[in-house]
């Protein structure tokens, strides 16, 4: 049954390529899907390109830290909240969720806040912000939640909602593969390493490219490709790493392209994807549902995605020539390669869909949320008789079409 109820504001910094980018995207494109409403308050970006029709867009300086533009995004969201009569905000940023925290003192709507990973060192700050700005939040890992509820986040505003993706997008492109590695400089017989993400220097960037020299004594037809732009702070960091690239001349063995929401083609064109931070976002899911190993940095705790020597190769923190090591043995060996991968997909497959995901954040929606049953007439009390208001049950239910 499609739900035409549901009404769910979405602030995030900007629609640039990367993963809580395109966590709203999916999301918000799923709720109109299914019935419902979406709105997204942003910077804007390249991704604007990919939200439905359906999804109205709204512009604010989110993240912006002088004064007039945090009021600007506060009176923004508080605007368009009632304008679209959004029931909750769902936000990607702690200063979006902090905005919202406030515009929720006029719009008493509740305040979700996905978190999607953190540097170490800010994991205390993080959590006292949380405790005051949300009503909700939603980690993407067991690990991460464990984390941020032993800093002081309230254990029950904490919620595991695991990222999932549209299976069949990565799994059964059709690409001219000869032709692609030909276009973007990719000999036919390389052995392509692939990487997607932001280039900022939390990614650490500079550590995979000094270590790939290990890897092409090992393997001479190696090839490095790094996908991705620079953050919301700029390109300062892409184009030091493309210098440091140049001036040890490896620029024919190290390629950089820009970021694209059209993954599955290069994904088809690789052999291993690696990532020198932990194993975690959207890219790592679209790399194991293309049948890649990964390579990625363990996180403190049981990684949910990169299973040891399952579906591909976890290093320990600053170990960088275990990673090294990691990536040479998948390219030398095609077959235990595809084996790896194919384990991969089936984990990718069985539990991390975007099905499920949506599912899940549809029973957290409903439990903050409660609406009159549609054509309920109110009967007539007498003052001795106790109000009991009846209130709809699931709210948003998935629909098969």
Same mark, same amino acid.
């Given at each position: 049954?499609?739900?035409?109820?549901?009404?769910?504001?979405?602030?995030?910094?900007?629609?640039?390529?990367?993963? $809580?980018?395109?966590?709203?995207?999916?999301?918000?494109?799923?709720?109109? *899907?299914?019935?419902? %409403?979406?709105?997204?308050?942003?910077?804007?970006?390249?991704?604007?390109?990919?939200?439905?029709? %359906?999804?109205?867009? +709204?512009?604010?300086? =989110? %993240?912006?830290?002088?004064?007039? &533009?945090?009021?600007?995004?506060?009176?923004?969201?508080?605007?368009?909240?009632?304008?679209?009569?959004?029931?909750?905000?769902?936000?990607?940023?702690?200063?979006?969720? @902090?905005?919202?925290?406030?515009?929720?003192?006029? /719009?008493?709507?509740?305040?979700?806040?996905?978190?999607?990973?953190?540097?170490?060192?800010?994991?205390?700050?993080? $959590?006292?912000? @949380?405790?005051?700005?949300?009503?909700?939040?939603?980690?993407?890992?067991?690990?991460?939640?464990?984390? @941020?509820?032993?800093?002081? @986040?309230?254990?029950?505003?904490?919620? /595991?909602?695991? &990222?999932?993706?549209?299976?069949?997008?990565?799994?059964?492109?059709?690409?001219?593969?000869?032709?692609?590695?030909?276009?973007?400089?990719?000999?036919?017989?390389?052995?392509?390493?692939?990487?997607?993400?932001?280039?900022?220097?939390?990614?650490?960037?500079?550590?995979?490219? +000094?270590?790939?020299?290990? =890897?092409?004594?090992?393997?001479?037809?190696? *090839?490095?490709?790094?996908?991705?732009?620079?953050?919301?702070?700029?390109?300062?960091?892409?184009?030091?790493?493309? *210098?440091?690239?140049?001036?040890?001349?490896?620029?024919?063995?190290?390629?950089?392209?820009?970021?694209?929401?059209?993954?599955?083609?290069?994904?088809?064109?690789?052999? =291993?994807?690696?990532?020198?931070?932990?194993?975690?976002?959207?890219?790592?899911?679209?790399?194991?549902?293309?049948?890649?190993?990964?390579? $990625? %940095?363990?996180?403190?705790?049981?990684?949910?995605?990169?299973?040891?020597?399952?579906?591909?190769? &976890?290093?320990?923190?600053?170990?960088?020539?275990?990673?090294?090591?990691?990536?040479?043995?998948?390219?030398?060996?095609?077959?235990?390669?595809?084996?790896?991968?194919?384990?991969?997909?089936?984990?990718?497959?069985?539990?991390?869909?975007?099905?499920?995901?949506?599912?899940?954040?549809?029973?957290? +929606?409903?439990?903050?949320? *409660?609406?009159?049953?549609?054509?309920?007439?109110?009967?007539?009390?007498?003052?001795?008789?106790?109000?009991?208001?009846?209130?709809?049950?699931?709210?948003?239910?998935?629909?098969?079409?």
């Amino acid at each position: 049954m499609k739900n035409k109820q549901l009404s769910i504001l979405f602030v995030v910094n900007q629609l640039i390529y990367g993963g $809580a980018e395109r966590y709203t995207v999916n999301v918000a494109n799923e709720i109109v *899907k299914r019935g419902g %409403r979406a709105v997204v308050i942003s910077r804007g970006g390249p991704m604007l390109q990919l939200l439905s029709k %359906r999804v109205r867009n +709204y512009y604010a300086p =989110v %993240r912006k830290t002088d004064i007039l &533009n945090r009021i600007r995004t506060i009176l923004t969201i508080l605007y368009v909240s009632r304008k679209e009569k959004s029931q909750i905000v769902h936000t990607q940023s702690t200063s979006g969720a @902090l905005a919202a925290k406030i515009a929720s003192i006029f /719009t008493k709507a509740p305040v979700i806040k996905t978190a999607h990973g953190y540097p170490d060192g800010r994991f205390p700050s993080v $959590a006292r912000a @949380l405790n005051l700005t949300t009503d909700k939040v939603i980690m993407i890992s067991d690990w991460l939640s464990g984390r @941020l509820i032993g800093f002081g @986040l309230r254990k029950e505003k904490a919620v /595991t909602v695991l &990222n999932g993706i549209d299976i069949g997008k990565f799994s059964r492109v059709s690409v001219d593969k000869d032709a692609l590695r030909k276009r973007i400089g990719l000999d036919l017989s390389d052995k392509v390493i692939i990487s997607v993400s932001r280039v900022v220097p939390e990614k650490q960037f500079e550590h995979l490219i +000094y270590w790939f020299p290990f =890897v092409l004594a090992k393997v001479p037809n190696a *090839k490095l490709l790094i996908v991705g732009d620079g953050g919301a702070d700029g390109e300062e960091y892409r184009e030091a790493l493309i *210098k440091q690239v140049k001036d040890a001349g490896m620029d024919k063995s190290i390629l950089f392209l820009r970021g694209t929401h059209k993954i599955a083609p290069l994904l088809k064109i690789s052999n =291993v994807f690696c990532t020198p931070s932990v194993g975690k976002g959207f890219a790592v899911l679209e790399a194991m549902a293309a049948s890649l190993p990964v390579v $990625a %940095r363990k996180p403190r705790g049981v990684s949910d995605t990169v299973i040891d020597g399952v579906t591909g190769f &976890n290093f320990a923190i600053s170990d960088w020539k275990n990673m090294a090591e990691k990536l040479i043995l998948l390219l030398e060996s095609d077959k235990f390669s595809k084996k790896i991968g194919g384990q991969g997909k089936i984990l990718v497959s069985s539990r991390f869909t975007q099905d499920q995901m949506i599912d899940k954040l549809g029973e957290i +929606y409903n439990s903050l949320i *409660k609406l009159p049953v549609k054509g309920e007439v109110k009967e007539k009390l007498t003052p001795s008789q106790k109000l009991k208001p009846s209130w709809t049950g699931a709210i948003f239910e998935p629909t098969f079409d």
